[in-house]
């Protein structure tokens, strides 16, 4: 709206501009709060819980960027929201950090049950028939008996989520079902193409999340360099990702976890290579522990005898900088910190090995 002509006339002097400008802002506030609680709809969501966690805080979220968008205490086996939501949002209850099953908070009353997830309001009914067909098409897969009716069957999968997630690429469905399908395994091209045919999901924040990991991983391939990063130990001590790599060795670098079962198989692996080149000068071996707890990471040194360095605690420090999804990660640099080898494990990471120290 522009400026009345009356202020207009009168902007050069400062007291009475402010005052038409402070009027202007009021009466825009009240204006938007007012369209606001016009579109706003009540919602009330249900979740039964079991009676060990009556009285526990739980929290309703955001699905998408994180944010708690109320918190109550569970009382008689269930969890009780009620608000106002302007638009569906994907949302999930987190009771004492236990994760309830992902739903659609829109207007209406949301209630669970534990074999089919939530119901009772159209977008959710929605979701939990589409979970019904994709489940029997999960079941014609494996009673199928030949290649060709597991072939139908998965084909069956997939024309049910491309269906539904055209015919829904203007609400939250279908970016539910877009996170469900294979994005999160694409590069950062395969992701780029998929948002210009599904613009509308670009902007959802896992969606730029996804792809900044994309890009970050993109970065970080073979023929690209290092990224330092740096993790305060438990005694005090700061250990950087160049306190090793760039001097002049090979490096092979494992970002790994306690709780990760293929993280301890490729450490058989990397003992190997460790044995075996240990005596030459030519390579250092250094873990990171990330996603992990000091202490767990501790026994698991000890339990298993690893007797290379270890970059306690860093969490998701270098999984964000390196657009790290899943572990174990093994990354082999170069004397000057220049990535040879990535993403290799078994006998593929002992080739890749064998052949940069053969140069």
């Known amino acids: 709206m522009g400026v009345p002509r009356r202020a207009r006339a009168a902007s050069c002097h400062k007291s009475y501009y402010k005052s038409m400008k402070h009027n202007r802002i009021f009466i825009a506030a009240v204006a938007l709060a007012a369209a606001t609680m016009l579109h706003a709809e009540q919602y009330k969501v249900i979740v039964p819980l079991s009676a060990d966690m009556e009285g526990a805080m739980a929290r309703l979220v955001n699905f998408d960027n994180g944010a708690t968008i109320d918190s109550v205490l569970v009382e008689d086996n269930a969890a009780r929201f009620e608000g106002s939501v302007n638009e569906a949002i994907l949302a999930r209850v987190l009771v004492d950090g236990a994760r309830q099953p992902v739903f659609i ?60 997630r055209t015919a829904n690429t203007d609400n939250v469905l279908g970016y539910y ?59 005090g001590k700061v250990m950087k990702l160049s306190d090793y790599v760039g001097k002049g060795k090979y490096t092979l670098v494992d970002f790994w976890a306690s709780w990760c079962g293929p993280c301890i198989r490729q450490t058989v692996v990397l003992k190997d290579i460790y044995n075996k080149y240990k005596d030459s000068g030519k390579l250092d071996v250094l873990g990171v522990a990330v996603w992990d707890e000091v202490d767990a990471t501790r026994r698991a040194i000890k339990d298993h005898e690893l007797p290379w360095d270890c970059i306690l605690d860093a969490q998701a420090v270098p999984t964000e900088l390196y657009g790290i999804t899943g572990i174990p990660c093994i990354i082999l640099f170069g004397p000057d910190g220049t990535i040879i080898s990535r993403d290799k494990q078994d006998d593929d990471l002992r080739a890749d090995v064998d052949a940069a120290l053969s140069k």
């Open 105 to 164: 908070l829109e207007p209406g009353t949301v209630s669970f049950n534990a074999q089919e997830g939530a119901f009772g309001t159209m977008l959710n009914d929605q979701l939990r028939a589409l979970g019904k067909q994709l489940n029997a098409a999960g079941e014609q897969y494996r009673a199928a008996t030949d290649d060709a009716g597991r072939e139908a069957a998965y084909n069956r999968y997939n024309a049910l989520l491309d269906s539904a």
């Open 177 to 235: 079902i877009f996170l469900q399908g294979d994005a999160s395994s694409l590069d950062a091209k395969g992701l780029r193409e998929l948002f210009a045919k599904y613009p509308s999901f670009a902007g959802y924040e896992r969606s730029k999340k996804m792809l900044a990991m994309a890009e970050r991983r993109e970065a970080t391939q073979p023929g690209g360099k290092y990224i330092d990063f740096s993790v305060t130990q438990p005694d």
